[in-house]
């Protein structure tokens, strides 16, 4: 059974820092490309990023990059997201996701003084 | 980016009566491989999103037959015959044709 726990949300002051990690389980980690996904709350889904099978390539939605990065450990089965610079409207569920068909539970980042 | 546009946002639905939410894209969703990658999950309130459709008409893996996917180019559909208490949540087309990926919406599907 496919499985994705996400871990490292909290609150966090605007202009902190967090680390998100992605646990996965169940499948070929390796094999497949991997995702973030955000909801803010009340809101809808939102892609943040996504990283190649082998973590050479990366790419970023227009409103996180240059303050988020997306990272994989694939000896350790396990999905990064770094966030920094956070503002309030970084506030949202992340989930880590298996292209579409396999999702965690989310991670909630609460920004805020 | 590719705009998704859902319509309605909000179906009120009698149980054991039909459902359909249409999803309009700005632009083609035929890759260079020949597929269409339009897809359809629904998230349950307090719930993950769960994917039910795959390249606009595969269901995934334990979804009941009453869902079916349709449509090509730019104009897809997500039926649900039969409703069931159960389908209520908020669903959702996504694109994974063109970086970003992009969701629709969402539409709101709850019993009357």
């Known amino acids: 059974e496919v499985q994705l726990v996400e871990s490292g949300g909290g609150l966090v002051q605007p202009g902190g820092s967090l680390r998100l990690s992605c646990a996965a389980s169940?499948?070929?980690?390796?094999?497949?490309?991997m995702y973030w996904v955000r909801q803010a709350p009340g809101k809808g889904l939102v892609w943040v990023a996504h990283?190649?099978?082998?973590?050479?390539?990366?790419e970023y939605a227009d409103s996180v990059k240059g303050r988020f990065t997306i990272s994989r450990d694939n000896a350790k089965n396990t999905l990064f997201l770094q966030l920094n610079s956070l503002t309030v409207d970084d506030t949202a569920v992340y989930y880590c996701?298996?292209?579409?068909?396999?999702w965690g539970q989310g991670t909630l980042v609460t920004v805020s003084s | 980016d590719v705009v998704l546009t859902q319509s309605p946002l909000s179906l009120p639905v009698t149980l054991g009566q039909s459902a359909s939410i249409s999803c309009r894209s700005s632009q083609s969703l035929v890759s260079s491989d020949g597929n269409t990658y339009l897809m359809w999950l629904r998230q349950r309130p307090g719930q993950s999103p769960r994917r039910l459709i795959q390249?606009?008409?595969n269901r995934d893996s334990g979804v009941p037959d009453r869902f079916s996917g349709s449509g090509s180019g730019t104009d897809f559909t997500l039926t649900v015959s039969r409703v069931e208490a159960e389908d209520v949540g908020v669903y959702y087309c996504?694109?994974?044709?063109?970086?970003?990926?992009?969701f629709g919406q969402g539409t709101i599907l709850e019993i009357k």
């Open positions: 996504m694109q994974a044709t063109y970086w970003p990926h992009t």
């Open positions: 996701t298996k292209g579409s068909d396999a």
């Open positions: 990283i190649s099978r082998d973590g050479s390539a990366t």
């Open positions: 390249i606009v008409s």
């Open positions: 169940g499948f070929v980690f390796s094999s497949y490309s």
